[in-house]
């Protein structure tokens, strides 16, 4: 079980994420990727399931030609936590490399 | 460029696609498909990408965790034309095989 991050720690957090911003309904964070076309955004989400599926914690996301939209949060926290956290720095990490 | 599908052709292609159903805004077909989890789930997104560059027809779809939606819509016919009803078959027939 992960704990619901409080105001202070989420505060923290979303300052070092810059492109993610904080939605409701669930809370979570979101953030919007545009690549050159469908198959460098699937490539792109084939290494972001690589990453679900290694941590054990997946996306809601969704992909129209070029465009990729993940909605991270934690079910299990009623909201966002640090695995979130986590996953939003590792898919940051990716388009760094 | 491709015609969207008028009232008889749209009855009769969504005739033999008894497990899609017709969406409005934008006009298109949808199904959802739940698998055992998101390996299984993901696999099957990778075949569909694979269909969908082949014919340069690309679904909008989400996925949680053991759950695909997709929609199928021909955004230059402005709604449901017979390359949707081409890849819903396909996908289909991805399931059967």
Redesign the interface.
């Known amino acids: 079980m992960v704990d619901r991050l409080d105001d202070a720690a989420r505060a923290r957090a979303l300052a070092d994420l810059p492109e993610w911003r904080l939605v409701d309904e669930p809370e979570g964070i979101s953030r919007r990727f545009i690549f050159g076309d ?2 460098a955004a ?1 490539a792109f ?2 290494r972001v ?1 690589l990453l ?2 290694k941590a054990d914690h ?8 070029n465009r990729v939209d993940i909605l991270l949060t934690t079910h299990d926290a009623g909201g966002l936590s640090q695995r979130d956290i986590d996953m939003a720095r590792a898919i940051d990490a990716l388009l760094a490399a």
Do not use: G, Q
Not at 59 to 65: K, L, Q, R
């Open positions: 469908f198959s699937f989400m084939a399931a679900a599926e997946h996306p809601d996301w969704s992909n129209v030609y």
